[in-house]
């Protein structure tokens, strides 16, 4: 099982960037997905999640209207398309898929960095 982020980077405050993670080793299509993120001294907070179909989302009140979580089953790709980004949305994003009673799927992380 792997999944794998890329896409993160340093921004300017107000830039964007879109993550992108692969799944392999799974299927993927039955799964909800998940980003959480993770800044220096803080715990890990769930970001955004997806259903397995792409249906139902849902968001942190903190990037509501400004992150979109979407899915492509035929890529088994998950992304975050990230906007308006601020200094406080810096930190270690990963990519995640829950599973019930046995320990979740992670990814290795990407950084995101906004300076301001």
């Known amino acids: 099982v792997q999944l794998v982020e890329s896409g993160g980077g340093l921004v300017q405050s107000g830039g964007s960037l879109r993550l992108s993670c692969a799944a392999s080793?799974?299927?993927?299509?039955?799964?909800?997905m998940r980003w959480f993120r993770q800044a220096p001294g803080k715990e890990r907070e769930l970001v955004a999640f997806?259903?397995?179909?792409?249906?139902?989302?849902h968001y942190a009140d903190s990037v509501k209207g400004r992150f979109t979580i979407s899915r492509d089953n035929a890529k088994n790709t998950v992304y975050l398309q990230m906007v308006s980004l601020k200094p406080e949305d810096t930190g270690v994003y990963y990519c995640?898929?829950?599973?019930?009673?046995?320990?979740?799927?992670w990814g290795q992380g990407t950084q995101v960095t906004v300076s301001s």
């Open positions: 997806i259903g397995s179909t792409g249906g139902s989302t």
């Open positions: 080793g799974f299927t993927f299509s039955s799964y909800a």
């Open positions: 995640n898929a829950p599973r019930r009673g046995k320990d979740d799927y």
